[in-house]
C-alpha cells in the first residue's frame, strides 16, 4: 500500500475515534450538579448542669518553734585531705617483631570460654544427616547433629567437635579433610 494512502487512513480512524468521544459530551446538556437541601443530621447539644467548683480555702500549719537540735554522733568531723600529685610513669619501649601474630592466637585468647566446632554438612533430610554423623563416628572423631527450624522447614547440621583450643579444633578439621575428604567450616559453638 501507498505512504500516503497509510497516513490518510490513519489520520481518519483518529478523527472517527475523537467525533465518538466528543460529539456526544457536546449534543447532550451538563447534567446539573445535586443540591444538598441541608444538613443530613442536625446537632445535638446534651444539656448539662455543669457543676460549680468548690470554693478553695487556704489552709496554714504552723512551724515549730524551737530550732532544730544537733545530735552528737561521736564521730569526728570530715577534714579534707590534700591531693596527692602522682608522677606520669615513662614511657616503656616495646619492641615489636616484624612478622604477625598467628591467626590462631588471636581467635582462642579473644575469648577463653568460647568452643569450637567443624561443621561439615547441611542436610534437608534428617536420614542423610544421620548417615554422614555415623560415618565420622566410626572413624573416632566427636560428631553430632543439629536441628535448626526455618520458614522452609527443618535444616540439619553436622558438626565435629566442640574443642575449647582454636587450635586443636583446627587439627580436627585438617584431619577431617585428610581421613574423610570433608571440608569443613570452623564456627563458635553456641
Given at each position: ?158 558438626r565435629v567437635g566442640p574443642e575449647m583450643s582454636y587450635t586443636r579444633i583446627k587439627q580436627r578439621r585438617d584431619a577431617l579433610k585428610s581421613k574423610l575428604s570433608l571440608k569443613g567450616v570452623i564456627m563458635k559453638h553456641r
Amino acid at each position: 500500500m501507498d505512504d500516503w494512502l497509510k497516513q490518510r487512513l490513519v489520520g481518519a480512524v483518529v478523527l472517527v475515534a475523537l467525533g465518538v468521544i466528543f460529539i456526544p459530551m457536546l449534543i447532550e446538556p451538563p447534567e446539573p450538579e445535586p443540591e444538598v437541601a441541608g444538613r443530613l443530621y442536625d446537632p445535638v447539644t446534651p444539656e448539662v448542669d455543669f457543676l460549680e467548683s468548690p470554693e478553695i480555702t487556704e489552709v496554714t500549719i504552723p512551724l515549730p518553734e524551737e530550732p532544730p537540735t544537733v545530735v552528737d554522733t561521736g564521730l569526728a568531723p570530715i577534714e579534707p585531705r590534700p591531693t596527692e600529685v602522682v608522677a606520669e610513669p615513662a614511657p616503656v619501649k616495646v619492641e615489636t617483631a616484624n612478622k604477625p601474630a598467628p591467626v590462631e592466637a588471636k581467635a582462642s585468647q579473644g575469648d577463653s570460654l568460647t568452643a569450637w566446632v567443624v561443621q561439615v554438612g547441611s542436610f534437608k533430610q534428617q536420614q542423610n544427616a544421620l548417615a554422614l554423623r555415623d560415618k565420622i563416628r566410626k572413624r573416632g572423631f566427636t560428631a553430632f547433629v543439629e536441628r535448626i527450624k526455618s520458614a522452609s522447614g527443618a535444616t540439619y547440621r553436622v558438626r565435629v567437635g566442640p574443642e575449647m583450643s582454636y587450635t586443636r579444633i583446627k587439627q580436627r578439621r585438617d584431619a577431617l579433610k585428610s581421613k574423610l575428604s570433608l571440608k569443613g567450616v570452623i564456627m563458635k559453638h553456641r
